[in-house]
């Protein structure tokens, strides 16, 4: 059982930056793939970033190219999503996810769940 909380949500202006922490229970967390997705009013929960149990593969949602970075330190058991140059259509709850499997952009094919962090990017 992996418990996952997120943190590092809030209200910045468009251009700005956030960086949200997602921090783990249990002691396997260094065996789980980690992802990022999120959901904005009245839309389907998207794909955002994963990244692989080594921390040595990345990827990303096309919109978020060049602008998101997702990094874990797996000796703190957390993973991050550093978000710069926000744009107001990246306003949106974000989930942090954890997958058994290889590392997946699949929603269904992660395990674990947090609770989700508002983030809110003002025009």
């Known amino acids: 059982q992996v418990q996952l909380v997120e943190s590092g949500g809030g209200l910045v202006q468009a251009g700005g930056s956030l960086r949200l922490s997602c921090t783990a229970s249990g002691r396997t967390f260094s065996s789980y793939a980690m992802g990022w997705f999120r959901q904005a009013p009245g839309k389907e929960r998207e794909f955002v970033a994963a990244i692989s149990w080594s921390g040595g593969t990345t990827y990303y949602e096309d919109s978020v190219k060049g602008r998101f970075t997702i990094s874990r330190d797996n000796a703190k058991i957390t993973v991050y999503l550093q978000m710069n140059s926000l744009k107001p259509e990246d306003t949106a709850v974000y989930y942090c996810?954890?997958?058994?499997?290889?590392?997946?952009?699949?929603?269904?094919?992660?395990?674990?769940w947090g609770q989700g962090t508002q983030v809110t990017v003002s025009s």
């Open positions: 996810a954890a997958s058994i499997k290889a590392m997946t952009t699949m929603r269904n094919e992660y395990d674990y």
